[in-house]
């Protein structure tokens, strides 16, 4: 930094600098300003350019209102203009302005040495030579820039046993004659050390590597040593004698069965405790045996160098309740007895089997339906098909996502976050044989219920309008018994079979807790674009879906759409005229029903279990293909849904089309429960007031 005629490198601290220049007064640079920062200190005002090297060369400081002006420019100066400004110009170590150091650093170099031609060595050298040579260097590795340094040095170092001269004696050499030379021109040391990039010191090491080690790379003296603070062997082995410890108590077992897992041998902790914490407790032990303490890095080091295979499991949500239960049982046996232990591991390895079953039962559906699917013609995959027009088995599967609010927005004011705007369900049928998936958007004004009858009228209309015309299909499930495990959605499929829709329908659940399959990765995918979207109407969130997929996998349906309407039908009270239900239907995992026996359920408790013949048809019913359940009719919003939509929600809307104005009169708020009551301030009874208060 410079103050009139005052230099100041970059190395020096700024407040003793500051307490001997206190600047030139009264005059100001005129710029550019690249920068203006408020409220500051001379310096912090000075610490702003020299962060700004590139930028700043200089500042102008307005000690009256703490302003600092940076300057990019500071040849012109407009003396008088500012009684209580202050002018600063930047330098470097070099005494070089910040932007322009190149032109400046062999100035700085000539003022160091003047040895060999009478002047500075640098003013033979060509500079931008020595420059561009200088950067070479420095961009050069370390080991590559040794040996190229080393090479130059041998070749001009005289390290004989004696001296020899004309005009002297030959004596015994007392220490090594080394010349430096520059693009073939004899240097000083200084000049050949700031070609290279390096001080005269690292010369000074690398000449003596060249001496003992010759032409092989430098190593470090304390290489292969170990510090005094270092870990013995017997430190090492109470860490790891810990962790296994540690482990052996908490650790949970069968971690190759767990998801993101598959090494046998590891052993997963429980998430709710991080190495840190498992360090404290290290610690506390640590004091109570009077041994060594390590640091937090050190024990993290050993326990990644020594015991590798113990890891803790990340959080997740989702989880089985089964598989929790087993794990949180098993990391709590310390206490159990082998036989216990034994018991409750070979139970928790049976429901594994049990899960990996149904999982392999499910992929072999899926990938049986992708091969049939690439054998169609382009005409039988149009989707939409008459029933039982095509002579194959296709599978598919369905799943609710969670619903979502509209009008939504990715940059959401904050008063909306506390309201609750319109809502919409979304149901999902998957065509796993074309990869598609229909996306069933639902209005809470159209319908609200997400039970068997709404699960069931979605997959009549996904049969009616989106089917392949397949004659076998394959059904899979989660095991929620209020929306799809149920008797309504099994009695839907015997009547699809004995109305002539299918010739055999199976639906399949996989194991509860485990139940993650394609629909939800459709639903993810959707998600992923629903946060960035700015969403007002029904239109709009199916636009949100079609827009999803690059591919067309994510297809929308509306329930109002004109060329496909959707009626939601009462099948419950239907089938119950029909069929009987199915005894102790929550127990099965999969139910068959083909052409060749109708009124049968064939339910299976796992894939691999013996199929039990289940007579639902109730004596004297018959089945007529040409009647349909009774129309549920919309349900529609409420009065106070409405006004709170429109006073609540539509303030926050641009486009309002979803909270209209309501037609029907606001609708008095009616106080039936007594403690939400007005009471009396004198007696705190209700009924009355102060004025005609008794008391």
């Known amino acids: 930094m410079m103050f009139g005629s005052h230099c100041l490198l970059l190395s020096v601290n700024v407040k003793q ?8 007064p009264g005059e100001r640079f005129l710029g550019p300003i690249v920068r203006v920062v408020g409220t ?55 005494g070089c302005l910040h932007n322009n150091p190149t032109n400046c650093c062999t100035v700085a170099l000539e003022k160091k040495n003047s040895r060999l031609y009478g002047k500075p060595c640098s003013s033979i050298v060509d500079r931008n030579v020595l420059n561009d040579y200088r950067n070479v260097c420095l961009e050069t ?12 040095l041998f070749h001009h170092r005289n390290n004989s046993s004696e001296t020899s001269a004309k005009k002297h004696k030959t004596k015994e050499r007392e220490r090594v004659r080394q010349v430096y030379h520059f693009s073939g021109i004899q240097v000083c040391r200084e000049t050949f050390a700031f070609a290279h990039g390096i001080s005269r010191k690292t010369i000074d090491s690398i000449a003596r590597s060249l001496d003992q080690d010759g032409f092989g790379a430098r190593v470090h003296g304390n290489k292969g040593k170990s510090p005094k603070h270092a870990l013995t062997m017997a430190d090492v082995k109470r860490v790891k004698q810990f962790l296994l410890s540690y482990a052996n108590k908490y650790g949970l077992p069968l971690p ?29 032990l640590a004091d109570e045996m009077s041994l060594r303490k390590i640091c937090l890095s050190q024990f993290k080091t050993v326990w990644l160098e020594q015991c590798p295979h113990i890891l803790i499991m990340k959080p997740a949500t989702d989880l089985c309740h089964t598989c929790q239960s087993f794990l949180s049982t098993l990391s709590c046996s310390g206490n159990l007895n082998e036989e216990k232990k034994e018991d409750i591991l070979s139970k928790y390895q049976e429901h594994v089997g049990h899960v990996k079953e149904q999982k392999d039962h499910y992929r072999d559906h899926c990938a049986a339906a992708k091969s049939t699917f690439v054998q169609l013609t382009p005409e039988q995959k149009i989707r939409g098909q008459p029933p039982c027009t095509l002579q194959s088995e296709f599978h598919y599967s369905f799943d609710y996502a969670q619903q979502v609010h509209y009008p939504h927005y990715a940059q959401q004011v904050g008063p909306l976050f506390f309201k609750t705007p319109r809502k919409c369900q979304c149901f999902g049928i998957c065509c796993e044989g074309s990869g598609t998936q229909i996306f069933y958007l639902v209005d809470e004004a159209q319908h609200s219920n997400k039970g068997a009858n709404t699960v069931t009228s979605m997959l009549h209309h996904h049969f009616m309008y ?62 992923v674009k629903w946060r960035h979207s700015n969403v007002e109407t029904l239109a709009e969130i199916a636009a949100s879906v079609l827009k999803s997929s690059r591919n067309g996998h ?142």
């Open 17 to 24: 600098f500051l307490d001997i220049h206190p600047g030139v």
């Open 40 to 94: 500051v200190g001379q310096q912090q005002c000075v610490r702003e350019c020299r962060n700004r090297p590139k930028l700043c060369n200089g500042v102008n400081y307005r000690k009256q209102h703490l302003l600092c002006e940076l300057v990019s420019v500071t040849e012109e100066v407009e003396p008088n203009s500012c009684p209580s400004c202050f002018q600063f110009r930047i330098y470097n170590s070099h």
């Open 141 to 152: 590795d370390k080991s590559e820039l040794d040996m190229l340094i080393k090479v130059q």
């Open 256 to 284: 190759g069965r767990l998801p993101n897992f598959r090494n046998e041998k590891t052993i997963l902790l429980p998430s709710d405790k991080t190495k840190a914490e498992v360090h404290q407790e290290y610690l506390t």
């Open 466 to 527: 989106h089917g392949l015309g397949e004659t076998d299909v394959k059904l899979h499930m989660d095991n929620c018994s209020g929306q799809n495990k149920n008797n309504t959605v099994i009695g839907y499929g015997m009547w699809r079979v004995m109305t002539g829709l299918h010739e055999s329908v199976e639906f399949s659940m996989m194991e509860a807790g485990h139940t993650k399959f394609n629909p939800d990765w459709h639903f993810g995918l959707w998600k």
């Open 554 to 695: 994510n297809v929308p349906q509306l329930v109002d759409d004109p060329v496909a309407p959707l009626f939601f039908y009462d099948w419950a009270t239907f089938f119950k005229r029909i069929f009987k239900p199915i005894p102790s239907l929550k127990s099965y995992h999969h139910f068959r029903m083909d052409k060749d026996h109708p009124g049968i359920v064939f339910v299976r408790e796992y894939a691999t279990s013996q199929e039990v013949a289940v007579n639902i048809l109730k004596p004297g019913a018959a089945v007529d293909p040409t009647v349909l359940p009774s129309v549920i009719p919309p349900s529609g919003l409420d009065a106070h849904r409405q006004w709170y939509l429109f006073n609540e929600v539509a303030p926050y809307c641009v486009n309002k089309e979803s909270c209209p104005k309501p037609t029907m009169p606001k609708p008095l708020v009616k106080i039936d429960s007594p403690s939400l009551a007005r009471k009396c301030s004198k007696c705190k009874l209700t009924g009355h007031n102060k004025t005609t208060c008794r008391i």
